[in-house]
């Protein structure tokens, strides 16, 4: 069953770090709705939604800026995608947006699960990442989210900022885990060039923390939250039993899925040996006008898929089955890449497993740079 993705492109104001597609004004949310509603009737019909969507995805942007009015819309629209096969409806909020009115729309409506960034708990923190909420408004956002009855919800922290020290992110771990909370999405801090970080860093004005201090940041926030009882299932995700993102994970394993709404992006098999992806233009006032425009598309062959698939397996606490690259992606490892997977293994950075290959913690720490240097072998 395939998924779907809705990027709903809305902030109240613009996080210093964020690069992801969005607006500050409100003044198209409406006919923003109005866009989606076409796009979701146009798939309707479609033969892969002939079982209704196996998960749906709100995320952005910040889809809690949206009304009630604009979900009940919206969810009276997605029906024909809602069945008894629908595993997971997640919306994506921030805690300046929780209230118990807003909490309580969304459960009405049949949403399982949120995804609430708080980042940090830090108001000094909070203040240079330009966040729109204070850690009063986090702390009473997770407390409604468990009072309105959603057992399953994830919460974003973000680790490796400038100056902060290994206390520093041993206090804010200390209060993510004060909550009784069933996933943590922990984050590197990234610069990305086109953000306010970026331009500091590049003026000079900011100094990001040292390569060597975000690996131990990465590693204590592993160490802390797997022995505070989550499993870390991939570099950055971390679920109590259960409460594994299915969504996230069926990204991971190319299951197929539309995305709907400015920016979004999708990805469909075509037929067992190609598969396309194809975006939305991240332009709103384009996506209003024509809801169906798809721009970039692309054509992907086995090898790439399997090269995608590596990238993103081996991030995974599951790794990936030899059986699975050859019967899937027609891909077995050369000679030399066995060699180098031995090697690799002798070194501590991959577990000896017969049927698959898995990055140990160490190897997980490097995990993108060591797939880059298997697929070029
Ligand atoms: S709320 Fe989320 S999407 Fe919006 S600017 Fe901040 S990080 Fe980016």
């Known amino acids: ?63 809690s800026r949206l009304e009630p009015k604009h979900w009940q819309l919206i969810f009276d629209s997605l029906q024909a995608f809602i069945t ?95 909550f ?44 802390r939250l797997t022995q505070a009882g989550f499993e870390a299932y991939e570099v950055s995700n971390f679920a109590k039993l259960g409460h594994r993102s299915f969504h996230n994970s069926n990204y991971w394993k190319h299951i197929d899925y539309i995305g709907m709404g400015a920016g979004a992006h999708s990805f469909v098999w075509l037929d067992g040996k190609t598969a396309r992806r194809w975006n939305h233009a991240p332009d709103l006032k384009a996506y209003v006008n024509n809801p169906l425009q798809q721009t970039d598309i692309q054509t992907l062959e086995l090898s790439e898929l399997a090269e995608e698939r590596l990238l ?6 599951d790794g990936l089955e030899f059986d699975e690259l050859k019967n899937r992606y027609q891909f077995s490892f050369s000679e030399e890449q066995l060699h180098f997977i031995q090697q690799l293994q002798e070194q501590g950075l991959v577990q000896p497993h017969p049927e698959k290959i898995v990055l140990t913690d160490s190897g997980l720490l490097l995990a993108d740079h060591l797939v880059l240097e298997l697929i070029t072998k």
């Open 1 to 63: 069953m395939a998924g779907i993705y809705i990027h709903v492109p809305f902030c109240k104001q613009a996080c210093s770090y964020c690069d992801f597609y969005f607006v500050t004004k409100t003044d198209l949310m409406d006919a923003f709705v109005q866009a989606l509603l076409i796009e979701i009737k146009h798939w309707e019909n479609h033969s892969l939604f002939s079982e209704g969507a196996e998960t749906i995805y709100f995320g952005g942007g910040t889809p």
């Open 312 to 317: 993103i397996g081996l991030r995974t606490k």
């Open 180 to 223: 009784d909370l069933p996933h943590i999405s922990a984050y590197s801090l990234t610069i990305e060039p086109r953000t306010r970080l970026g331009k500091a860093e590049e003026k000079g004005t900011l100094i990001p923390l040292q390569d060597d201090a975000v690996s131990e940041h990465f590693l204590l926030v592993r160490e």
């Open 84 to 178: 008894s096969k629908t595993r997971e409806i997640t919306v994506e909020v921030n805690p300046d947006d929780v209230t118990i009115e807003s909490m309580q729309v969304l459960k009405a409506l049949g949403v399982t699960r949120l995804s609430m960034g708080v980042q940090t708990f830090d108001e000094s923190r909070l203040h240079f990442m330009h966040r729109a909420h204070s850690k009063t408004q986090a702390i009473q956002a997770i407390e409604i989210i468990q009072k309105t009855g959603f057992k399953s919800f994830t919460v974003d922290l973000i680790y490796g900022n400038p100056n902060q020290t290994l206390a520093d992110l041993n206090a804010d771990i200390d209060q993510f885990l004060t």
